[in-house]
Nanobody, 122 residues
Framework: QVQLVESGGGLVQTGGSLNLSCAAS????????VAWFRQAPGKERELVAV???????AYGDAVKGRFTISRDRAETTVFLQMSSLKPEDTALYYC????????????????WGQGTQVTVSS
């Protein structure tokens, strides 16, 4: 069983930045691909960013050019750097992992964190 813990959420003003972290207890991400999803009240969960095999990444249309997914060299923590935040970025942000192949679909992910709240004030 893999436990994921997100951190770094909070309240920020429009135009501000936040850096989210996702750590896996007891193991590294070396055999997994990581994605960030978010869910706002009354809305479906949506893809924010996803790692692709080979080191590239893909992003949801709403965050392209503003968010960046990365992992540390030890592959124990995955980050989501968020800049130029907008009120519509307000949501509960989750990290999720799956082995072998990347996916844009939340249903394909095996393990999820509990989420970290991001609130952007106008």
């Amino acid at each position: 069983q893999v436990q994921l813990v997100e951190s770094g959420g909070g309240l920020v003003q429009t135009g501000g930045s936040l850096n989210l972290s996702c750590a896996a207890s007891g193991r590294s991400f070396s055999t997994y691909l990581v994605a960030w999803f978010r869910q706002a009240p009354g809305k479906e969960r949506e893809l924010v960013a996803v790692e692709r095999r080979g080191g590239s990444a893909a992003y949801g249309d709403a965050v392209k050019g503003r968010f960046t997914i990365s992992r540390d060299r030890a592959e124990t923590t995955v980050f989501l750097q968020m800049s130029s935040l907008k009120p519509e970025d307000t949501a509960l942000y989750y990290c999720a992992i799956k082995p072998y192949y990347s996916s844009d679909h939340s249903s394909d992910y095996n393990f999820w964190g509990q989420g970290t709240q991001v609130t952007v004030s106008s």
